[in-house]
């Protein structure tokens, strides 16, 4: 197949995916069949794309030329490629789950959850593989439209809440700092493609250069660089498939793929390093990474303490992009990886926990390992990877980002990173502790129910698909060389 | 040779088959006169931009009498792109307005209607093609008499004080622009717009001529809406049938704008107005405020229509804006605004009349869950608010690109902070809408509506799909906009 | 100028703003429509004023006279005369059809009956 067909049918997979969902909505075996063959099948263009990808291709697709000189089109390079096979792997895994959990749960309205699913892998695909700045932001805007739905999905006062927020304050941002950042970017430097880099260079004084970098970082709010975070942890009342992979991996991840790609191919790591308001975004992110760490110590409701943890963890990449060093590019976005790994499993694993005993307060799961071994060690499993411990995944994106803040001279961002590993420590490590020895508090009221069934085990596809994660992270830990050699090629050329 | 009578053609067509409606008189026929009369001038315009593209200006002496003598009709791009605007608005809606008017206006007064709506047309189409300053008077009142009955046609009785209101302003505004004719005419001795641009540099230092333009811009405003004097529109918008509403937004405030444009940069277009006399500062300011200001009511309205209303105050200070900058991104901006507002309003008004037209109100109590029974409906008002945001891959993200663009380029940062902050505004309230109808449960004992018939969903959704395709592929439209541009601020006529 | 030059001008400016202050003022949707009038009328003064050429004569052809006034204003004034005319009619139309509706012509009193229902 050529590559650029393969780059279009990425995203048109999903969305044609979307469309029979809607159509055989009325049958749930056909549908949840449907949603499962479009992910395998971008899963394996994607692969496709990743052979060619690896061997140094850099495969383009024109779709249409929006204005003079502006157009949709698609450029797959190593950043975007290891974003996109994240993604549409862990798209299969999160639809085994969806299946286990949505019918666990009864949830309502599950056809437009998976049309609205798959339009926002759609979405994340084009993110990854968009070949300028207006692509990036179409597919950008796409995605947060694609995910509203999901994000009220249950059509409560509160869910309807959440969702204002979280579109306000996506599309807010983006409209406010983004647009007027590309604009201004696109009549400067008489381009958008994002070229191996950057295309400012020379075009733009050092004030300038300064604003648009912080109208980039908080323009894209998917990054979540405080105070541009609310919104996430308000998204968590959606279902747990939903904050598992589109608030842990696809929509999260795109915005700190957007901070990321921007610096390497639109500023360029020099033009970053020497701008003055880099160095004040790294403290940014610095902030974001503590005092998210700290609010996630106090949040008793399990998803807000993992959603608080993602905010903390996504400034990590941010941090890793303003340091602008080799490193710290690369850091970050193997981090991108391995922290999605990490972060879905324990999303899995709060969704199973959920459906299998409906407990949502980290208070309540004294003594859950007992009921949920598996579930509860691969949580211990998954926070050891967050928290960046060997054998696991997580510990390569720290690792590096730490050789990055060296490099740039930054020893104070070494000690921040330490400081929010431990943090990472003592407000994960808690939850599988006491579940597998604290003693079940027996006054909890849901035990004394006799309608209840005993608590056990979460359905069994949920089970598949947190095993899955969880060797993932074990994997990561064992093939990072193969990810470092693909990221390499987009820091140096 | 038709094609050399095609300009007066373009305003016969629709004047001659006013009166046979009123001989016909049943609905039926008089609806087959109105429609093919606008397909009709809809080919004669269309005929007349390619002639336009291919020639240049096209003039035409009525009666064959000379120009400065004789009135002359004087298409250029600007005029002809305008009046493929207004005919192709009311090519549209004339099939919708069959069913709708039958539901909104009392059975023996609807062929009033089409013959009212015919000169109206002809009115519109006539201020588009003419060349001649007091004929332009004319063809104003035209429209305006004819839109008075129109929205007085309503079978609500407050339409009728609604009415009564818009005429009085409407006449006051038409005699001002009559006054700073006859004051330009005191100083030039003639009404030709050519001629006119030809003698007015040497008496521009006159007081008589400040007055006139004085005089001419209020008269203007009055009818375009511009903030202070827009207090007719919104009361004139909700009371009338929905038809005449959708036409009206989409095309009678466009042409008002033209008539701005055609003062500006074509009779004074040798006079420096923007600089010398303060006009820059002044427009721009009152379109900011309208921005702001009307986009902030609009927020707080529960009847959408009266919501649409205000938006297209804050829209008409878009399109007053751009053309207030006088380069030619921001000229370009403001007459590629002129279409697409057109478009999206079109369909946002003609899906509210969808509505009404199964439910009597267009509030927000009354569209509670109405994206269950109203799919496709609701997606069309869906597509149009998004276009309203401005949203990528639609119209009005290509307008707000070129607006943005014009005021980076002029370096008036608070400008873009305006646009951004009216985008902001009609994300709150196009949302209020999209969030009631889709994600708010049915109400208990609400009618059980069906679909609106396609004749009517038909133009929505043809409106709708424009807002779209001319998003993605803005080539064509964003080329005739900077050619027009370009054309008026050259050297004149 | 002397004072027969700008008089014309005078009561120009004089009629306009006594029409226009009839229709914000008034609250009677009759008298409205009468300032209305009077208000176009001033204009319609107007052009036929500037159409005036010193010592010339109406613009009607006959013998012995070569100066004559600018008859164009006067033509154009019959065009606006008559889109005024149609103005007028349609308003007093329309108030018609609110005395019928509303039982009234004041505009509080209509603001009153609209609170009402």
Known sequence: ?493 | ?493 | MTFPGLFNYWVVIALMMVGFYVVIAQGNLIKKVVGLNIFQVSVFVFYISISKVKGGSAPILSEGIALYGNPLPHVLILTAIVVGVATMALALALVVRIQDAYGTVEEDEIREREEAS
């Open chain 2, 1 to 493: 040779m038709i094609g050399g009578h095609l300009p007066v053609l373009l305003v016969v067509l629709p004047l001659m088959a006013a009166p046979v409606c009123v001989v016909v008189r049943r609905p039926a026929w008089a609806w087959t006169v109105a429609a093919l009369a606008s397909w009709g001038a809809f080919v004669a315009a269309l005929g007349l931009l390619l002639q336009v593209l291919e020639g240049g200006p096209i003039s035409y002496p009525i009666g064959g009498w000379a120009a400065p003598w004789g009135i002359e009709y004087r298409l250029d791009l600007v005029g002809a792109f305008v009046a493929v605007i207004v005919s192709a608005i009311g090519g549209i809606v004339v099939p919708y307005a069959r069913s709708s008017i039958e539901r909104e206006v009392a059975a023996d007064r609807i062929y009033l209607f089409y013959c009212m709506y015919l000169l109206c047309l002809a009115g519109l189409l006539g201020i588009a093609a003419t060349g001649d300053a007091f004929n332009l008077f004319v063809f104003l009142e035209i429209s305006a008499l004819s839109s008075y009955v129109m929205i007085a046609l309503a079978q609500d009785r407050r339409a009728l004080t609604v009415a009564y209101r818009y005429l009085i302003m409407g006449t006051i505004g038409a005699t001002f622009y009559l006054i700073g004719v006859g004051l330009m005419y005191m100083m030039t001795g003639t009404l030709n717009m050519a001629d006119l641009a030809a003698r007015l540099p040497e008496v521009a230092e006159t007081r008589t001529i400040l007055a006139a333009l004085a005089f001419l811009t209020v008269g203007i405003c009055l009818k375009l809406a511009l903030f202070p004097l827009h207090l007719w529109l919104p009361n004139a918008y909700t009371y009338a049938p929905s038809v005449v509403t959708a036409f009206l937004a989409a095309t009678a405030t466009k042409v008002a704008v033209y008539v701005l444009i055609r003062v500006y940069f074509t009779i004074f277009a040798n006079v420096d107005v923007f600089e010398a006399m303060f006009l820059r500062e002044v427009l721009m300011a009152l379109a900011v405020v309208a921005m702001l200001s009307a986009s902030a009511i609009a927020v707080f309205q529960t009847n959408i229509k009266r919501m649409l209303a205000y938006s297209s105050l804050a829209q008409i200070g878009y399109m007053v804006l751009g053309m207030s900058f006088a380069t030619l991104t921001g000229l370009t901006g403001g007459i590629i605004h002129l279409f697409n507002h057109a478009l999206m309003k079109g369909a946002l008004f003609m899906a509210m009349g969808c509505v009404v037209f199964r439910l009597q109100v267009a509030s927000l109590d009354t569209i509670e869950g109405l994206g269950r029974r109203m799919p496709a409906t609701m997606a069309a008002f869906v597509v149009g608010g998004l276009s309203l945001i401005g949203v990528p891959l639609t119209v009005g993200f290509v307008s707000k690109w070129t607006l943005v663009l014009a005021a980076i380029e002029a370096n008036m940062w608070p400008i873009v902070v305006a646009i951004v902050g009216s985008s902001l505004l009609a994300i709150a309230y196009v949302w209020r809408v999209v969030e009631t109808g889709f994600f708010r449960p049915t109400p208990e004992g609400a009618p059980a509506v069906a679909e609106a018939p396609l004749s009517m969903l038909i133009p929505t959704w043809l409106l709708a799909g424009a807002c779209v395709w001319f998003g993605i592929d803005a080539r064509t439209t964003l080329s005739v906009a900077r050619q027009s541009a370009a054309f008026l601020l050259g050297s004149g006529p």
């Open chain 1, 1 to 493: 197949m050529n590559p650029a067909t393969a780059i279009l049918a990425c995203i048109a997979v999903p969305v044609v995916g979307a469309l029979l969902v809607t159509l055989t909505g009325r049958w749930p075996n056909v549908r949840e069949s449907v949603t499962l063959l479009s992910a395998a099948t971008l899963f394996a263009l994607v692969l496709f794309l990743f052979r060619g990808v690896a061997a140094g291709a850099r495969p383009e697709a024109l779709v249409a030329e929006m204005m003079p000189g502006l157009s949709i089109a698609f450029a797959v390079e190593p950043l975007g490629m290891l974003f996109a096979l994240v993604a549409s792997f862990l798209w299969i895994v999160t639809s085994i789950y969806s299946i286990g959990y949505m019918r666990g749960h009864h949830e309502i309205n599950q056809t437009r959850f998976y049309a609205c699913f798959a339009l926002a892998l759609g979405s994340t695909m084009g993110v990854a593989f968009a070949g300028n700045l207006l692509t990036l932001f179409v597919f950008y805007e796409a995605l947060t439209l694609s995910t509203y739905p999901l994000v009220i999905h249950s059509g409560t006062d509160e869910a309807r809440r959440a969702g204002r927020l979280y579109l306000g304050m996506l599309l807010g941002t983006s409209i406010a700092f983004q647009l007027v950042a590309i604009i201004w970017t696109g009549w400067l430097a008489g381009t958008l493609t994002f070229t191996p880099g950057g295309i400012l260079s020379g075009k733009a004084s050092g004030a300038t250069v300064a604003i648009l970098l912080v109208l980039y970082v908080f323009g894209i709010a998917k990054a979540a660089v405080m105070p541009f975070h609310r919104w996430l942890p308000a998204a968590m009342v959606a279902p747990t498939p939903v904050s598992a992979l589109l608030h842990a991996v696809a929509v999260v991840k795109a915005g700190v793929f957007a901070v990321l790609k921007i610096t390497v191919y639109v500023f360029g790591l020099d033009a970053v390093r020497e701008a003055a308001s880099s160095e004040w975004l790294q403290y940014a992110a610095a902030a974001t990474i503590v005092i998210a760490s700290l609010v996630a110590l106090t949040k008793d409701n399990l998803k807000a303490r993992l959603a608080y943890s993602t905010v903390s963890q996504l400034s990590y990449i941010v941090l890793g992009a303003m340091l602008a060093t080799t490193w710290g590019v690369v850091g970050g976005a193997i981090h991108l990886a391995a922290h999605a790994f990490g972060k879905i499993t324990l999303f899995y694993c709060a969704g199973a926990i959920a459906v299998a005993s409906h407990k949502t307060e980290v208070s309540q799961l004294r003594g859950i390992g007992r009921v949920m071994p598996l579930t509860t060690f691969a949580f211990f499993v998954g926070s050891l990877s967050v928290i960046g411990l060997p054998p696991l995944g997580g510990l390569w994106g720290k690792w590096f980002l730490a050789l990055g803040a060296l490099e740039a001279d930054q020893a104070i961002m070494v000690a921040v990173l330490m400081a929010s590993s431990l943090l990472n420590v003592a407000y994960l490590m808690p939850i599988p502790i006491r579940g597998f020895f604290a003693r079940a508090d027996g006054s909890a009221e849901g035990d004394k129910d006799p309608d209840r069934p005993p608590i056990a085990e979460a359905p069994i596809p949920c089970l598949v698909a947190i095993s899955v994660s969880t060797l993932g992270c074990v994997a990561l830990f064992f093939y990072a060389g193969p990810m470092f050699d693909l990221l390499r090629g987009a820091v140096v050329p």
